[in-house]
Nanobody
Framework: QVQLLESGGGFVQAGGSLRLSCVASGSISRINAMGWYRQAPGKQRELVATISSGGSTNYADSVKGRFTISSNNAKNTVYLQMNSLEPEDTAVYYC????????????????WGQGTQVIVSS
């Protein structure tokens, strides 16, 4: 069993900041990458940012310059610092994990957390 514990969502006014955290635990042998996706009402889930175990990052164009993804590999934790938030950033933010399981060293590419709500008011 693998668990993803997300935290840090909430309500903020436009221009404000929030920091999301996601801790992975359980039967994990090795993490390849972690990331954040979001889904707004009536829209498909979309990439926000990802970070590999080696530190390579990838961002959606809509958040470049405003959001920063980082990780603590020793703690199996990924963070998303969100600055200059806009009402368009309102969504449920999901943590994503790409890892090798402890049992049989099986790769799991898309393991999802339960999501944390971010609401940005204008």
């Amino acid at each position: 069993q693998v668990q993803l514990l997300e935290s840090g969502g909430g309500f903020v006014q436009a221009g404000g900041s929030l920091r999301l955290s996601c801790v992975a635990s359980g039967s994990i042998s090795r993490i390849n990458a972690m990331g954040w996706y979001r889904q707004a009402p009536g829209k498909q889930r979309e990439l926000v940012a990802t970070i590999s175990s080696g530190g390579s990052t990838n961002y959606a164009d809509s958040v470049k310059g405003r959001f920063t993804i980082s990780s603590n590999n020793a703690k199996n934790t990924v963070y998303l610092q969100m600055n200059s938030l806009e009402p368009e950033d309102t969504a449920v933010y999901y943590c994503n994990l790409d890892y090798y399981a402890s049992i049989a060293y099986r790769r799991v590419r898309d393991y999802w957390g339960q999501g944390t709500q971010v609401i940005v008011s204008s």
